[in-house]
């Protein structure tokens, strides 16, 4: 089993960048496909990024292309979440979750969906202001 942790979130005006980091406990991180979600006040949660074992396959929404980067640092357990020029639609939860995966650069289709994940964290609370 792996434990997850997010934090970074908070209160940032429009235009503005924040960094979620997620991070997971145990010895085996590295055999974990990551991704990120939010979920909006009165809607449902919806896929973010997702980024395969070893960093070298990352998959985004299509709305949220070129405003935010997942990355992962496997040494130190953690998962990251880039999100710079914030929008006020960008108000949300958001969640890391995991899973074990047997592809170790690649992710497979299903990553981008909810059900995919085995482990998830608390989430932080992003809130942007206009």
């Known amino acids: 089993q792996v434990q997850l942790v997010e934090s970074g979130g908070g209160l940032v005006q429009a235009g503005g960048s924040l960094r979620l980091s997620c991070a997971a406990s145990?010895?085996?991180?590295?055999?974990?496909?990551m991704g990120w979600f939010r979920q909006a006040p009165g809607k449902e949660r919806e896929f973010v990024a997702a980024i395969a074992r070893s960093g070298g396959s990352m998959t985004y929404a299509d709305s949220l292309k070129g405003r935010f980067t997942i990355s992962r640092d496997n040494a130190k357990n953690t998962v990251y979440l880039q999100m710079n020029t914030l929008k006020p639609e960008d108000t949300a939860v958001y969640y890391c979750?995991?899973?074990?995966?047997?592809?170790?650069?690649?992710?497979?289709?299903?990553?981008?969906?909810?059900?995919?994940?085995?482990?998830w964290g608390q989430g932080t609370q992003v809130t942007v202001s206009s």
């Open positions: 979750a995991a899973r074990n995966s047997g592809l170790v650069a690649e992710l497979p289709v299903a990553a981008t969906r909810q059900v995919h994940y085995d482990y």
């Open positions: 145990g010895r085996t991180f590295s055999t974990y496909a």
